[in-house]
T-cell receptor
Framework: AQTVTQSQPEMSVQEAETVTLSCTYD???????LFWYKQPPSRQMILVIR??????QNATENRFSVNFQKAAKSFSLKISDSQLGDTAMYFC????????????FGQGTRLTINP | NAGVTQTPKFRVLKTGQSMTLLCAQD?????MYWYRQDPGMGLRLIHY???????AKGEVPDGYNVSRLKKQNFLLGLESAAPSQTSVYFC?????????????FGPGTRLLVL
């Protein structure tokens, strides 16, 4: 079974700083997908970014980028020029591409952006 | 286009009571999922469905039942609620059987079992 681990329960940075959230996972699969979801205080789950394991290039979405290290089974999220609206819980998630496309989530990292 | 909606938003139950949570999506999605979220933990899959009339167990199915009689609806039932089922419940849906699709989440249902 796949497992996802986020070792940073909480992080706090100043507005405009860059912050990196860590995620490691365990799988015997060679092809899979990885995601970062954001959950603000409203509790709505919002997809931030996704990475396909067979793609070597790291995914980027505006201020959000990932550092995907397949051999190390590491998938970190970098937020550049952080904004107050980035304050949220961030979840890393794993998915096998075939079948029911079930997500396996990490425990989450609570990120606070301070003014 | 409302996306994924959940009813109710909040509910208080007494131990032993039953209830049904309703998830509805208007995106013609094939796949639907029920997750629970507990403090300090990520979302965990309870049950899921890959099409109308089909359901399957996820990671934490005990104490729950589900039904998918219509493609757009996915119901989660608690037959005899227990305090351990106090949680926030999320429904999600996605479209395709043959390619990766993003899972779209509902706003969540907060359930308190006393």
């Amino acid at each position: 079974a796949q497992t996802v681990t986020q070792s940073q329960p909480e992080m706090s940075v100043q507005e405009a700083e860059t912050v990196t959230l860590s995620c490691t996972y365990d799988t015997s699969e060679s092809n899979y997908y990885l995601f970062w979801y954001k959950q603000p205080p409203s509790r709505q789950m919002i997809l931030v970014i996704r990475q396909e394991a067979y793609k070597q290039q790291n995914a980027t979405e505006n201020r959000f980028s990932v550092n995907f290290q397949k051999a190390a089974k590491s998938f970190s999220l970098k937020i550049s020029d952080s904004q107050l609206g980035d304050t949220a819980m961030y979840f890393c998630a794993f998915m096998k591409p075939l079948g029911a496309q079930k997500l396996v989530f990490g425990q989450g990292t609570r990120l606070t952006i301070n003014p | 286009n409302a996306g994924v909606t959940q009813t109710p938003k909040f509910r208080v139950l007494k131990t032993g009571q039953s209830m049904t949570l309703l998830c509805a999506q208007d995106m013609n999605h094939e796949y639907m999922y029920w997750y629970r979220q507990d403090p300090g933990m990520g979302l965990r899959l309870i049950h899921y469905s890959v099409g109308e009339g089909t359901t399957a167990k996820g990671e934490v199915p005990d104490g729950y039942n589900v039904s998918r009689l219509k493609k757009q609806n996915f119901l989660l039932g608690l037959e005899s609620a227990a305090p351990s089922q106090t949680s926030v419940y999320f429904c999600a849906s996605s479209y395709s059987k043959s390619r990766l699709e993003t899972q779209y989440f509902g706003p969540g249902t907060r359930l308190l079992v006393l």
